[in-house]
Nanobody, 115 residues
C-alpha cells in the first residue's frame, strides 16, 4: 500500500519560513519523480516544485529563489524549505510521486501565511 504523508504545515507570519516533509512508503522512493503542488479553494492544483530521481529540480516562477526542494533517498522523504513566505503562498500543499503513468498523492497539509 502506497502512502505519502505530509507534515510541517501551519500558520506563519509574512516573511517567515516553514519546512514541509513528505514521508513515502510502499514505493521504491529513489526512482520516482517527487513533487509539491498546492491548491486554494476554487482554483486548480498548481505545481510548486519537482525533483527527479537524479536530483534535477524544477520550480514555479512564483517560488523561485524562495523555496528549495530536496530529497533524502535513505529516509524515503522529500522536503520543501519555504522562506520569505507571502500571503499568496497560503494553500493546501500536496506531495506527489510519479513514475511513468503511475502517480500518487498525499492528503495535503495546510500552510497559512498571515499576520
Amino acid at each position: 500500500q502506497v502512502q505519502l504523508v505530509e507534515s510541517g504545515g501551519g500558520l506563519v507570519q509574512p516573511g517567515g519560513s516553514l519546512r514541509l516533509s513528505c514521508a513515502a512508503s510502499g514505493i521504491i522512493f529513489s526512482i520516482y519523480t517527487m513533487g509539491w503542488y498546492r491548491q486554494t479553494p476554487g482554483k486548480q492544483r498548481e505545481l510548486v516544485a519537482t525533483i527527479g530521481s537524479g536530483g534535477s529540480k524544477n520550480y514555479a516562477d512564483s517560488v523561485k529563489d524562495r523555496f528549495t526542494i530536496s530529497r533524502d533517498n535513505t529516509k524515503n522523504t522529500m522536503y520543501l524549505q519555504m522562506n520569505s513566505l507571502k500571503p499568496e503562498d497560503t494553500a493546501v500543499y500536496y506531495c506527489s510521486a510519479k513514475l511513468g503513468a503511475r502517480g500518487y498523492w498525499g492528503q495535503g497539509t495546510q500552510v497559512t501565511v498571515s499576520s
